[in-house]
């Protein structure tokens, strides 16, 4: 019997793509730049499974321009909002994500933007760099401690717990939290956290606010410009989902204004443009999307949709599937 022909859209580990090109009649996409509509379209005709990324745009309309060969989508992402899955359903085609194996390096990039906002790292390091560094004085970049503060986290799935505990028990921080259904108040003190039963509720007590729920159309511009007001005076909003989670205009102009003092990204809304208006921005502290760039996170990453899709093609049901 023939191998399924897949495509990988971007580059990945080379242990992975291997491990494809051994099992699978496996295209590479050599110039590892985004894809993009028609040409989507055209792979969702010609694979037997398409393997692509956040970067990888599918909405509605690449599936309804095509006669679909592919039968799956292994998404290389625990995040899947790039994918219009009720296309893909309509259509027939499964969809799996890569849970579990990112938790951990989200969660320490959230806390690296935390911690690196509230300390004024970027601002430090880009003064140093640039050879403006006076020497140390006892009023030279103040920042705002983070022990003993409140740290409230909209989303209390894998990632949030994971990083309620570095928060409160690696840095001393209350932590509270919102989330869409109740959670076991026994698992949440096991994290060293308390739910609060609105958004509106964990935002009045916290000194920093961290995003840690899906992107998409139930949560687009969760945090408005009603929203970044009502946060504390001198609070910071930490954002690794999604950009569209957050309505970047009424960031920029929350932190313009000192609505609030600072925020830490890792998404945007519009990658991988970032707005001059927010570069420009001292009180912003900037990732290009780095939540789960370590060596090990995206070879495990790369190994679940090995595992997601070799399930697929042995007829079994694949571990990940959201759709
Ligand atoms: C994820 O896994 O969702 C990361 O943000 C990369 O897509």
């Not at 909002?81 to 969660?107: E, F, M, Q, S, Y």
């Not at 609070?235 to 003092?261: P, Q």
């Amino acid at each position: 019997m023939s191998k399924p022909r897949i495509l990988v859209t971007r580059r990945w580990p080379a242990a992975v793509e291997k491990i494809l090109s051994d099992r699978f009649d496996t295209t590479l996409n050599a110039d590892d730049i985004a894809m993009r509509g028609e040409a989507l379209s055209d792979a969702l005709g010609a694979y037997d499974a398409v393997l692509p990324t956040v970067s990888d745009r599918l909405p509605a309309a690449v599936f309804d321009s095509v006669t679909p060969r592919a039968r799956i989508l292994g998404n290389f992402g625990v995040g899947y909002n790039h994918i219009d899955v009720d296309a893909a359903k309509a259509r027939g085609i499964v969809v799996t994500n890569t849970p579990g194996v990112l938790t951990d390096c989200t969660a320490d990039i959230a806390m690296l933007l935390l911690l690196t906002v509230a300390r004024r790292g970027g601002e430090g390091e880009r003064q140093v760099r640039a050879g403006e560094w006076q020497g140390w004085c006892p009023t030279h970049m103040i920042g705002t401690k983070v022990t003993g503060k409140t740290v409230g986290i909209i989303g209390f799935g894998r990632i949030g717990k994971a990083f309620a505990q570095r928060c409160h028990f690696g840095f001393g921080m209350d932590v509270v939290f919102f989330n869409r259904s109740p959670v076991d108040p026994t698992e949440a003190a096991r994290c060293g956290a308390r739910q609060l039963p609105t958004v509106e509720d964990m935002l009045a007590l916290s000194d920093f606010v961290s995003l840690h729920c899906p992107g998409g159309a139930e949560n687009r511009h969760l945090m408005n410009a009603t929203r970044l007001a009502s946060m504390k005076p001198g609070a910071f909003l930490i954002n690794t989902a999604r950009g569209d989670v957050v309505d970047e205009a009424a960031l920029i102009a929350a932190l313009k204004d000192g609505v609030i003092r600072g925020a830490g990204l890792d998404v945007y809304a519009a990658e991988p443009d970032v707005s001059e208006a927010l570069r420009a921005l001292e009180n912003v502290v900037l990732l290009p999307h780095l939540g789960s760039a370590t060596e090990e996170t995206r070879t495990a990453m790369g190994m679940k949709v090995v595992e997601n899709i070799t399930a697929f093609f042995e007829g079994k049901e694949p571990p990940d599937r959201v759709a």
